[in-house]
């Protein structure tokens, strides 16, 4: 999903590099959940190892074209130089998660155990790695506010309150959502509870979907976890809702920070 972004984004565009680094949070999730699959399978197919081993290097080059555009665009501001050090270790455990699956699909050609194994410890190597990309965009975007480098994403929708958990949930790649006995149910791996209403509020404005189900619930089977994910939508409402308080519901609009506000001057008579 990520894009490596043009002058003109770096300059005049600025929240589109929190919202590069959410792309990049979800490309984690993807790899993460087709290596999850890799590693559970009973006879490791040599074909799906050997597609997924361009992958993880792509996710690599991905992470650091993100780290590249994060030093050009911000130079050796404090968010900068935090995120430019994380990418790059995030860019390392990455590419020893290419080296792993390397190793898996020589133990798999030659019929040699083991290869599951090296699978397995590929998933856990790029385990946090959404979870490091969201925290990230937080601190950019927070870092381009108060310096006033960047626009604030007006034309992206505005998040409520109660918009803001589960779509950091989403983010991070821990929502999701089962059908049992006909009835939907929520699943947060890490946080806080998040109520059936907010999350299909966030369907139907379209900021989030669910994995391999656009139109919603149709398709779902019984029982099985099905990830919710951001939309395009959803990425842009998320980046541009870092550094400013959310909304109290719909039309109201958020100020990035606080206004103090002076008392009321007495007038003498």
């Known amino acids: 999903m990520t894009t490596a972004l043009s002058d003109h984004d770096q300059l005049f565009d600025l929240p589109s590099l929190p919202a590069q680094i959410l792309d990049l949070a979800d490309d984690f999730i993807v790899n993460g959940d087709l290596l999850e699959a890799l590693s559970a399978t009973d006879h490791l197919p040599v074909s799906a190892l050997r597609q997924q081993i361009p992958a993880a290097q792509t996710l690599v080059a991905q992470t650091l074209a993100v780290r590249e555009c994060v030093e050009r665009t911000l130079r050796s ?5 935090d995120a430019s050090v994380r990418l790059r270790q995030t860019a390392y455990l990455a590419a020893g998660a290419a080296d792993q699956l390397f190793r898996a699909l020589a133990l798999a050609d030659v ?29 950019i975007a ?5 310096r006033q480098v960047a626009q604030t994403g007006k034309d992206a929708p505005q998040l409520t309150s109660a918009d803001l958990p589960a779509m950091r949930a989403v983010a991070r790649g821990k929502a999701h959502v089962t ?3 006909g009835r939907q149910y929520i699943t947060n791996d890490d946080g806080p509870r998040l109520g059936i209403n907010t999350i299909r509020d966030l369907e139907a404005r379209a900021l989030i979907r669910r994995e391999g189900a656009p139109q919603g619930q149709e398709g779902q089977q019984e029982g099985k976890p099905q990830r919710l994910r951001l939309t395009a939508a959803g990425v842009r409402a998320l980046a541009g809702s870092f550094g400013q308080a959310p909304t109290a519901g719909p039309g109201h609009q958020s100020s990035p920070f606080p206004v103090r506000t002076s008392a009321p001057v007495k007038r003498s008579r």
């Open 179 to 181: 059908l049992m006995l």
């Open 142 to 146: 927070v870092e381009t506010l108060r």
């Open 77 to 81: 501001t404090p968010a900068a130089v």
């Open 111 to 139: 019929g040699q155990d083991g290869a599951e194994s090296r699978v397995g410890m590929a998933k856990d190597l790029t385990a946090h790695g959404a979870e490091t990309c969201v925290a990230l965009a937080e601190n």
